[in-house]
């Protein structure tokens, strides 16, 4: 069993920043790829960032310079920097982890989403 808990989010004026953290816990699986993904109303959850154990990291273009996925793997944690906020990023945002066991890829999870809105 895996549980993610995203937290962070909240409200905040166009031009600001954010840090979403999210923890993973498991004593089953071993967490591999970690990354964010953000829903808008009305739209398609797209990706944004993701980061393997190993630090190397993934950006979507259309955030890319303002933010920052960065991961502690002693904690299973990933966290999301963002800055110069605009208020096309308002949406819920989730974190994904895959997962795998003995070697063996078990698919991923996600986080309940944690909403983020980005005031004019």
């Known amino acids: 069993q895996v549980r993610l808990v995203e937290s962070g989010g909240g409200l905040v004026q166009a031009g600001g920043s954010l840090r979403l953290s999210c923890a993973a816990s498991?004593?089953?699986?071993?967490?591999?790829?970690m990354g964010w993904y953000r829903q808008a109303p009305g739209k398609q959850r797209e990706f944004i960032a993701t980061i393997s154990s190993g630090g190397s990291t993934n950006y979507a273009d259309s955030v890319k310079g303002r933010v920052t996925v960065s991961r502690d793997n002693a904690k299973n944690t990933v966290y999301l920097q963002m800055n110069s906020l605009k208020p096309e990023d308002t949406a819920v945002y989730y974190c994904?982890?895959?997962?795998?066991?003995?070697?063996?890829?078990?698919?991923?999870?996600w986080g309940q989403g944690t909403q983020v809105t980005v005031s004019s």
């Open positions: 498991t004593s089953t699986f071993t967490i591999n790829v």
């Open positions: 994904n982890a895959g997962l795998s066991r003995g070697g063996s890829y078990y698919g991923d999870t």
